[in-house]
């Protein structure tokens, strides 16, 4: 009958065993799916916001100039789409373009048309010539202020800058802001209602340089001309709707497909030809240590660990033990009695002695000196009999 028992339970035991690896498969599946889905779902939250973003405090975001103009009773309307800014472009409003180099030409001559004011914020050459027939770059500003030297009553109002990039004239433009040969702001007329204006943002507005010389006063000048402002972070998606193409557009279709198939094969070879280990198996090792050196051991970590008034309590217990032993004590006494005991059976002060195990060590060459008065102890009652008194 026991036999019998004992057979079944050995047969549900491999069961058990596999049943616990199918089961740890099933939760290393579903923690992958919880976690990539996690990733998808807040990859923004990860990623840094864009240089310019009205909403970021980063050193190269635009928050701080958001936030004058919104004191100021602007509203501020951010938007990431063509389609978005055309929009929001109904009664007077400034349009600010972070990023045009993004955007074709045509479509940053019809915002500049739509637009009571037109703000670019830099950009390439395309981008340049779209907005200011004949401008491109002209050279780039030092670390100087430099005055306005324009009749431009933003510039005057607003005095000295420290420019970015400076920009060629173009036909029928203001510049401002000499650098060599060429303007770090330039502005020109659209028709008798709407003005355009080029200005190299990341060393103007950015939060990190908004504070310096007169670069709040000019932000504010350009962009708080009107009651709406609409803030526009051109986005990859504008200009592939226009033929460019994105990244996606250059890989064959069969790439990705043949990428999620070769992934699967992987970890289904993994699962099926990788080396399972069975449970684990408790097993008494004829290895006794001894309490001492168990102490001696601690007290080394304590020591690496600059910890030295630890490490000599560690000794000190260690040692306790031993002299206690040999002295015929309780290992339960105290310090004074252990002291008055070693003092008796060595001839020495109980005082010196107890200072030894009361003193406190506060650097590496303290901890040394009790180390070594504890071993001296040691030593001395090994060379004596303690219940006579005498060396043997």
């Keep these: 009958m026991s036999l019998v028992h004992t057979a079944d339970r050995a047969d549900q035991a491999p069961r058990a065993s596999r049943a616990k690896r199918a089961w740890s498969w099933v939760g290393i599946i579903a923690l992958i799916v919880v976690v990539g889905g996690a990733f998808a779902v807040f990859d923004r939250e990860w990623e840094a916001p864009e240089p310019l973003a009205a909403d970021s405090p980063r050193y190269d975001g635009a928050l701080a100039v958001t936030t004058l103009l919104r004191e100021r009773g602007?509203?501020?309307?951010?938007?990431?789409?063509?389609?978005?800014?055309?929009?929001?472009?109904?009664?007077?409003?400034?349009?600010?373009?972070?990023?045009?180099a993004v955007l074709d030409a045509d479509d940053l001559r019809d915002l500049a048309t739509d637009a009571s004011d037109l703000v670019v914020l830099?950009?390439?050459?395309?981008?340049?010539?779209?907005?200011?027939?004949?401008?491109?770059?002209?050279?780039?500003?030092?670390?100087?202020?430099?005055?306005?030297?324009?009749?431009?009553?933003?510039?005057?109002?607003a005095g000295a800058i420290i420019p970015g990039t400076a920009y060629d004239l173009g036909s029928d433009a203001t510049g401002c802001y000499p650098v060599d040969d060429g303007y770090a702001l330039l502005t020109a007329d659209i028709d008798p209602d709407s003005t355009v204006t080029v200005l190299d943002g990341a060393a103007v507005l950015v939060n990190e340089h908004l504070a310096s010389e007169g670069h709040a006063a000019l932000a504010l000048g350009l962009l708080g001309g009107h009651d709406r402002l609409i803030w526009y972070m051109p986005s990859y998606d504008d200009a592939s709707a226009d033929g460019i193409p994105a990244l996606g557009d250059f890989v064959p279709t069969w790439v990705?497909?043949?990428l999620v198939l070769a992934t699967l094969v992987g970890i289904a070879a993994a699962v099926w030809r990788g080396r399972r280990f069975g449970p684990l198996v408790a097993e008494t090792l004829p290895v006794t240590v001894r309490a001492s050196e168990t102490l001696d051991g601690r007290a080394r970590l304590y020591r690496a660990a600059d910890d030295p008034a630890h490490a000599l309590a560690a000794l000190r217990r260690g040692a306790a033990a031993r002299l206690a032993r040999r002295l015929g004590l309780s290992s339960d006494g105290s310090a004074e009695e252990l002291a008055h005991a070693i003092a008796a059976a060595l001839g020495r002060d109980p005082r010196a002695v107890l200072q030894t195990w009361t003193a406190q060590p506060h650097n590496e060459a303290e901890f040394a000196e009790l180390a070594e008065h504890l071993r001296d102890l040691e030593h001395a009652l090994e060379r004596i009999d303690p219940w006579e008194g005498r060396a043997r």
């Design 256 to 258: 990705t497909p043949v």
């Design 122 to 157: 830099g950009g390439d050459a395309v981008a340049l010539e779209a907005v200011i027939e004949g401008t491109g770059f002209a050279a780039y500003g030092g670390s100087d202020p430099v005055s306005p030297a324009c009749d431009l009553p933003v510039a005057v109002n």
């Design 74 to 100: 602007v509203d501020v309307v951010e938007v990431d789409r063509l389609a978005a800014a055309r929009d929001e472009l109904t009664g007077d409003a400034t349009l600010v373009v972070t990023d045009p």
